[in-house]
Each structure stands twice: as C-alpha cells, then as structure tokens.
C-alpha cells in the first residue's frame, strides 16, 4: 500500500531524505560552534537552543494557521526550509546569525515533523494506519546512514563544509526526487 499509493510513497520518501541528508547535521552543531565561531561550552549550548526555539515558534504557528489543505506544503516546505538552515547555519560568519539559522532550520523542522505522521495518518485507510505508521518508523530508522556519511564527510573535510555538502545533497535529492513527492500538492490529503 505504502508503494501504490503516491502521497503514502512521497512522504515517506521525503523522510527519508530529510533523516538522510538533513537530520545528523545537528550531530555537528557544537563542533561548528567550538571551532568556526569560537564559542564557550555555555554559549554553544544557547547556540544549539536556538532550533528548538525555531521549533517551538513554529509549532504554534502551524497550530493556529495550517489548514488541512496545506498540510503537505507545511511538509515539503519544513523539509526545504531545514536544509536551507543548514546550509546557512555552516557558513554564518558570527554566532548571531547562526542562531538566527538554527532557529530557522527549527521552523522548518515543525512543519516536517508535525506534518509527516499526520499526512500517512490521512493517506491511510484506518485499519492500515499502524502498519503505515510502522514504515514511517523504519524510514526515520534509516537516519544512521546520514551520521554515517556526516562524520565521514566531517573527518575529511571539516564540520562546516560537511554540513553544507550533506545540506545542498538533501536540497538536491528533494529537487531531482520531485516526481515522487509532487503528488502530495494534489488533490485531497485525507482518504
């Protein structure tokens, strides 16, 4: 089912890439704060914060603005919007604007992470919601894979530029994977 139907298949394609290629980077946030930005152990601590406060502020928006109509564009955006975070996090030259692209990757990381479950749990006819629910898991599952490549990434060519190589891949992946997930900006997101 997960396979046939084409908004079941593009969300969780869309978790994939985004555990793949999006999620480990905060692995690298306190190296990129120590080394690049020079930060204490107290303010790489505010620094890595700031995603959660990004994270916060966008769920009381999503909370009193979405719509169920707009349920896969807070999805696919919140998954963009995290890489470009990323992306701006690694090359911010001060500690200020890399909180300011923390708490930007940590709006989008609502839209994604509220959005993910609850458009399977639309798509899905009610007596296969838990075992779709059970992909859904094994696809954040494949996370290990991204720390994987991240770290490799990290060791042979820094911290900041493995979160901007790892942030433009995931980009990039969503960009050229459109085909697959286009189909959750059609048509109705409940069964």
């Known amino acids: 089912m997960a396979w046939r139907d084409p908004r079941l298949r593009g969300t969780l394609w869309v978790t994939i890439v985004f555990n793949i290629w ?3 980077f905060t692995a690298l946030v306190p190296v990129v704060a120590q080394e690049h930005l020079g930060l204490s152990a107290m303010a790489t601590g505010v620094l890595a914060s700031l995603d959660g406060v990004g994270a916060f502020a966008g769920a009381l928006l999503l909370a009193l603005l979405a719509r169920p109509a707009q349920y896969a564009a807070c999805y696919l955006g919140g ?3 995290y890489f470009v975070g990323i992306l ?3 090359t ?8 300011a692209a923390l708490a930007l990757n940590g709006l989008g990381q609502s839209g994604f992470a509220i959005m993910q479950a609850t458009l399977i749990y ?3 006819p009610p007596e296969m919601r ?3 629910l059970g992909v859904l898991t094994v696809c954040i599952g494949l996370g290990p894979i991204g720390f994987l490549q991240l770290g490799l990434l990290a060791e042979l060519f820094g911290a900041r530029l493995a979160c901007i190589i790892t942030g433009a891949e995931g980009l990039v992946v969503l960009a050229l994977t459109w085909r697959v997930w286009r ?3 059609r048509g109705p997101t409940a069964s």
């Open 22 to 24: 999006g999620w480990p």
């Open 130 to 132: 838990s075992r779709l």
């Open 92 to 99: 911010a030259p001060i500690a200020a604007l890399a909180g």
């Open 79 to 81: 998954a963009a919007l």
């Open 88 to 90: 701006l996090f690694a």
């Open 183 to 185: 189909p959750l900006l």
């Open 122 to 124: 639309l798509a899905a």
